[in-house]
């Protein structure tokens, strides 16, 4: 028995808790490698046996192939392009639904939220049924409703419902009338951005001056001035310099329609890769003899179409287009072009997105607002605040503490749930995958990759509501 | 507390072995017939196995030719969209000309041609079924390409039994007279395809424009046309005059005359396999050969008395080519009695007593100038 009694001495390692958590943690790390290392090996040699025309390995050349498939919405795409480009194209379709999808449906998931506990019967149960029904049936029928249900009502292009100079709805989809950002209002942007900045360190910088005095009221006005003061001066700075790009060129096919680009390598053919497309750029067409035929405006991709335009026309020529440009849409041939346009594939993915998620959203914000103490309300109402005030300084935020975890994993949902698109033909990334895969034949390369990227989007989320949730939630002793 | 946890785990867990258990036998029965004929040892390994092949894609080291002998049955992958080819009646009952070719080589290799699981391929997933070995062959009228038929699709292409073109389906009252009217149209076509390709091409080098609307199976497809939301519907031609019938008033709609592009349709098959190739691509070959030498469904009993040598061999009377193939030696005689030779298949889904009527044109026999031209049996 010579266990000393000094505080220090520690049993031996058998004995020691320390000692055998650490083994164990390292048998279980061992376990878990050998168990990927198994998984890996089984994944490679089945491979091997698939393709053993290219050795088995994993190649990745088939991402710079021409694609040969059009893309029906999105940034720019021509057949042409690459696989890769045409993925990218599918990652932005899926960013922008998801996005507006997540804000769409916080906005609607709190106002239901709210409406559930709130003392209006009708309201309350109006709330209560729209949130049971559609929790009730499954996202993809929703998207297949909304999707073939809602456009079979709307009415042709040729009788398309019109709200004069703002908007025209049929069931080819909406379209908007819109200002866009030209070739002069480029340089404007990042002045926009600067402003931003700049509004926000200015605003940050009075309200730090504003607590050392110990006064109240914060930054906002003295930031928001900023910005639009950046701004203007942003707007005449960029649209005195305006130039457009010195190697213009342009291609004319069919004496009415072409691309309008900047040719970077002096060949005079329009190459996706190389040459920057021009948006929104006045031009006239000229006959043989240098007469105007007729004016137009270049499309968003630089390309450019003169409907009902006289034929014999040779040559362009352009003006510099001032920095904002106000698309109107106007009905030509099979469809509208011009403005900005909502397919119905997006709307109605969007909005079965927003609606199904919305409900979800709407039950968290419930269960947040029911877990603030009843003693909250009561005190607030001794105050003499009334309810929308009591909702809006006492309750959400203390709310907000409850909300936020659950909230992360329904905007996750969203995103995730957005690869749905592909039931209803709306070209996300996910989608384009797909058909990757088909016509390309590396189906494991591309399922890596579009795992890959809904990974990425979900840890960068979940990045963010951490944060955030980190400084809303309640600090205990 | 714990203990009504514990109650619960244990009810759940009990639940889960009885569902698992329940969903298992639908490949249990199948077996059973094989089992009865085969041999003791060999009959307790598929007893268990077949509900885990058909559901686990393993590389196969041995042949499919093999595989499906053993498994007793033919995994088919088909289309079941596409009314003459390819479509299922509320029973659940397969018919159509590609479902022919699948029951035609299930009786060839098995001697039952109700021998067949027919799995639905969707455009998108067809050739990585085939490829992963879950299904064995793939008649759902897909187009023989260089990239299809090169490593990076992986399939292995056999005789083309349909010959076919692309075509745009439009509607009578708007006006389109050739697919030159058809600039900047809107046009629904199928994802996955090579209609999608030939689409883009097609109105690339003639400077047209247009905007695709793209989905993954032809119902949602011919559905968003029908509804309006396209001014145009392209497919392979023979597709285009099968889903017409499904169209809300098929009455509405026209097929312009022309062609886009060159679609041969044929069956597939992994490749890497030539043991198993070579037996689907004879079956086909066989199919034709029987229509040119006139040997029919009827009268195939009797042409086992032929005299005719390319008939003997043929039918197995006279040679050994069935059993070359790792086939019964008298494979074609199964196949003609249970499924008829090409042009019984193409009359009885086809033909002039059904909707489609389609004229054989290329698709007829090399003596009657058309394309189909079977290499002699001997």
Not at chain 1, 327 to 350: C, Y
């Amino acid at each position: 028995m010579a266990t000393s009694t000094h505080p220090n001495a520690r049993p031996p390692f058998y004995r020691d808790t320390q000692v055998i958590a650490i083994l164990m943690q390292a048998f279980f790390l061992i376990l878990v490698v050998a168990a990927g290392w198994f998984l890996y090996t089984n994944m490679t040699t089945n491979l091997a046996a698939i393709n053993n025309a290219s050795g088995g390995r994993l190649s990745w050349s088939f991402l710079g192939q021409t694609a040969g498939f059009e893309i029906s919405e999105g940034p720019a795409f021509r057949p042409e392009q690459s696989y890769w480009r045409a993925y990218m194209v599918g990652l932005a379709n899926t960013l922008r639904v998801s996005v507006a999808g997540v804000i769409l449906a916080t906005l609607l998931g709190v106002s239901t939220g709210i409406a559930r506990v709130s003392n209006n019967w009708l309201l309350s149960k109006i709330a209560l049924t729209y949130v049971e029904v559609i929790r009730s049936t499954p996202l993809l029928v929703q998207l297949l409703f909304w999707y073939f249900g809602v456009i079979a009502t709307l009415p042709a292009v040729k009788e398309a419902a019109e709200w004069p100079g703002l908007a025209f709805l049929s069931n080819r989809g909406i379209f908007i009338t819109w200002p866009f950002l030209t070739e002069s209002g480029a340089p404007w942007f990042w002045w926009l951005v600067g402003g931003a900045v700049a509004g926000a360190v200015v605003a940050w910088l009075r309200r730090r001056h504003l607590v050392h005095q110990g006064l109240p009221g914060g930054g906002l006005i003295l930031g928001v001035a900023t910005f639009f003061l950046v701004a203007i001066v942003g707007f005449f700075v960029a649209f005195s310099a305006a130039r457009l790009p010195d190697t213009i060129a342009y291609e004319l096919k069919r004496g009415d329609r072409g691309t309008l680009f900047a040719d970077a390598d002096g060949d005079g053919k329009y190459k996706p890769e190389i040459d920057r497309a021009l948006p929104y750029v006045p031009i006239t067409l000229l006959d043989a003899g240098g007469q105007p035929l007729a004016t137009e405006t270049t499309d968003g991709d630089g390309a450019f179409r003169f409907f009902e335009a006289p034929a014999g026309g040779t040559s362009l020529t352009w003006t510099t287009p001032p920095p904002v440009f106000l698309s109107e849409p106007e009905r030509q041939g099979f469809n509208f072009r011009g403005g900005l346009s909502l397919t119905p594939e997006f709307v109605a993915l969007l909005l079965g997105l927003v609606v199904y998620t919305g409900a979800f959203i709407a039950e968290i914000v419930r269960a947040g607002i029911n877990a603030v103490p009843k003693g909250q309300w009561e005190a607030s109402r001794a105050v003499g605040l009334g309810t929308a005030d009591t909702l809006r300084i006492i309750v959400l935020p203390q709310a907000l503490r409850v909300i936020i975890p659950p909230l992360t994993s329904q905007y996750l949902n969203l995103v995730k749930n957005s690869s749905l698109a592909i039931a209803i033909g709306y070209p996300d990334l996910f989608y384009v995958g797909r058909v990757i895969v088909n016509q390309s034949g590396a189906e494991v390369q591309m399922i890596l990759v579009v795992m890959a990227t809904y990974l990425s989007f979900s840890l960068i989320t979940s990045l963010f509501m951490n944060w955030y949730n980190r400084r809303v939630m309640i600090i205990e002793r | 507390m714990n203990r009504r946890f514990s109650m619960m785990g244990a009810a759940l867990l009990i639940i889960a072995i009885i569902y698992s258990a329940c969903a298992a036998p639908a490949a249990a029965p199948a077996a059973a017939p094989a089992v009865t004929e085969a041999a003791t040892s060999v009959a307790t390994a598929p007893e268990a196995a077949p509900a885990a092949e058909v559901a686990a894609p393993v590389a196969q080291t041995g042949s499919i030719l093999d595989t499906v002998k053993e498994r007793g049955k033919l995994v088919c992958g088909v289309n079941n969209q596409v009314p003459g080819f390819g479509v299922v009646d509320q029973d659940g009952n397969y018919a159509g000309f590609d479902i022919d070719f699948c029951k035609a080589v299930a009786a060839a290799v098995l001697g039952d041609a109700t021998a067949v699981e027919y799995k639905y391929a969707n455009s998108n997933d067809r050739f990585t079924l085939v490829k992963t070995g879950e299904i064995d062959v793939l008649f759902r009228n897909s187009t023989w390409t260089t990239t299809r038929d090169s490593a990076e699709v992986g399939m292995e292409w056999m005789p083309v039994n349909f010959y076919d073109g692309q075509g745009m389906m439009v509607r009578k009252d708007s006006g389109i007279t050739t697919i030159e009217d058809m600039d900047g149209a809107t046009i629904c076509v199928q994802s996955g395809t090579t209609t999608e390709l030939n689409l883009a091409d097609y109105f690339r080098t003639r400077g047209l424009a247009f905007e695709p609307v793209v989905f993954e199976d032809n119902d949602k497809t011919f559905t968003a046309y029908d509804e309006g939301r396209c001014d145009g519907y392209t497919t392979d031609k023979s597709g285009l005059v099968s889903t017409q019938t499904k169209m809300t008033v098929p009455a509405d709609h026209m097929i312009l005359a022309e062609t886009m592009s060159k679609e041969p349709l044929a069956g597939a098959v992994a490749q890497g396999d030539p043991a198993w190739a070579d037996a689907v691509r004879w079956v086909v070959f066989g199919l034709i050969q029987a229509e040119e030498s006139g040997v029919t469904a009827a009268n195939v009993q009797e042409m086992l008395a032929s005299e005719d040598p390319t008939i003997k061999r043929l039918l197995g009377v006279e040679g050994e080519l069935g059993s070359k193939l790792g086939l019964p030696n008298d494979f074609m005689v199964k196949v003609l009695e249970q499924v008829g030779n090409y042009g019984e298949i193409w009359n009885r889904s086809l033909g002039p007593d059904t909707p489609f009527n389609l004229p054989r044109d290329l698709n007829d026999q090399w003596t009657n100038g058309g394309l189909l031209y079977s290499p002699p049996f001997r």
